[in-house]
T-cell receptor
């Protein structure tokens, strides 16, 4: 099956800092989504981005499908950005997402 | 926006009992729903695909007799953990395919603790 690798595994940021999270995948994909899992476990969809660039407030994402990677940018980080960020993809069957291991982000005041 | 509701959010049960978890799409119909399991500090692992009106399809290594899935309507899928044991303790999360939106919507999860 498709392999999904996320880096870094952990990230500690001071409030106001910018950061970049990376997701590499081993095969072409139909779907790529970035999620934020809050401390209570709720997964919040951030972006549906199998290719191209999108922005939503302080967050933006870019997927270069031909090179099989996606980047999530967090600008001017806030403590509420803390949590685990997951990249998930599917390739041969819509909706059967393969998740990466996640990046644990801690934003300190 | 699309909302998926899971119930219960937390459940504690004794070893050997069965537990049912519900996943409902509140404002859209979902012919397909997906069930995931997440152990502490780990990622989500797909367990099965729930298909309305037909049998669920299970991922390799997931026991279909242990994790019974029923998708009886276009808005409800249930996961029953039968004869639960402590090793079944986990966070179970469902997602639904909001057809046409190209986005999978996830429920808030159900935390199962088996004593």
């Amino acid at each position: 099956g498709i392999q999904v690798e996320q880096s870094p595994p952990d990230l500690i940021l001071q409030e106001g800092a910018n950061s970049t999270l990376r997701c590499n995948f081993s095969d072409s994909v139909n779907n790529l989504q970035w999620f934020h899992q809050n401390p209570w476990g709720q997964l919040i969809n951030l972006f549906y981005i199998p290719s191209g660039t999108k922005q939503n407030g302080r967050l933006s994402a870019t997927t270069v499908a031909t090179e099989r990677y996606s980047l999530l940018y967090i600008s001017s980080s806030q403590t509420t950005d803390s949590g685990v960020y997951f990249c998930a993809v599917d390739s041969d069957s819509w909706g059967k997402l393969q998740f990466g291991a996640g990046t644990q982000v801690v934003v300190t005041p | 926006g699309a909302v998926v509701s899971q119930h219960p959010s937390r459940v504690i049960c004794k070893s050997g009992t069965s537990v049912k978890i519900e996943c409902r799409s509140l404002d859209f119909q979902a012919t397909t729903m997906f069930w995931y399991r997440q152990f502490p500090k780990q990622s989500l692992m797909l367990m099965a695909t729930s298909n309305e009106g037909s049998k669920a399809t299970y991922e390799q290594g997931v026991e279909k007799d242990k994790f019974l899935i029923n998708h009886a309507s276009l808005t409800l899928s249930t996961l029953t953990v039968t004869s639960a044991h402590p090793e079944d303790s986990s966070f179970y999360i469902c997602s639904a395919d909001n057809s046409g939106a190209n986005v999978l919507t996830f429920g808030a999860g159900s935390r199962l603790t088996v004593l």
